[in-house]
């Protein structure tokens, strides 16, 4: 709770984590894990054909599995986060929520965690810059989302009210 700056970036948090259930990330997680699943086989079948010795199915497996991971379930799961991700900063504009600072959470989280980042492709989560990039890509569209809510005017320059101070 410390990392987070204000109300509205908490809101956007929040928001993220409830797109997740609002788009039944988990329910397709669980069907696309068929898919997967069927994949996974017929990579292990070319795989095996290649090389049919009994000694070489466990390594066979093993690619078969890294194959599906890195090719297919990250970048499927990155796709559902970046999703989550556009829902949530549409819920925090439609609650009303400042959504001009969204981006500035992912750049501190960026300058946080710069050098243990682990690089996008083996990641779940798209990287911290290309998520600011997103949600900054995506800003004119919630704001007007915003604005259509009739909510309040924002003011030209942002005050920041620090959680902490609360």
């Known amino acids: 709770m410390d990392f987070v700056k204000n109300d509205d970036e908490l809101a956007f948090?929040?928001?993220?984590?409830?797109?997740h259930t609002i788009l039944q990330h988990g329910a397709e997680?669980?069907?696309?894990?068929?898919?997967?699943?069927?994949?996974?086989?017929?990579?292990?079948?070319?795989?095996?054909?290649?090389?049919?010795y009994d000694t070489g199915s466990i390594f066979t497996e093993k690619i078969a599995e890294?194959?599906?991971?890195?090719?297919?379930?990250?970048?499927y799961e990155r796709v559902l986060e970046k999703e989550a991700d556009i829902v949530g900063m549409i819920l925090s504009a439609k609650a009303c929520f400042d959504v001009r600072?969204?981006?500035?959470?992912?750049?501190?989280?960026?300058d946080l965690n710069?050098?243990?980042?682990?690089?996008?492709?083996?990641s779940t989560h798209p990287s911290n810059i290309n998520r600011a990039?997103?949600?900054e890509d995506f800003l004119p569209q919630a704001l007007k989302i915003r604005d259509e809510c009739n909510c309040y005017k924002l003011?030209?320059?942002?005050?920041i009210k620090v959680l902490n101070d609360q």
């Open 155 to 159: 003011p030209e320059k942002k005050f």
């Open 66 to 75: 890294n194959m599906q991971e890195y090719f297919f379930s990250l970048p």
């Open 133 to 135: 990039r997103d949600l």
């Open 101 to 110: 600072n969204n981006s500035q959470f992912w750049h501190r989280m960026n």
């Open 29 to 52: 997680q669980m069907s696309h894990s068929r898919i997967f699943d069927i994949i996974s086989i017929a990579l292990s079948l070319i795989i095996w054909s290649m090389v049919p």
């Open 114 to 122: 710069e050098e243990n980042e682990m690089p996008e492709f083996l």
């Open 13 to 19: 948090i929040i928001a993220h984590e409830m797109s």
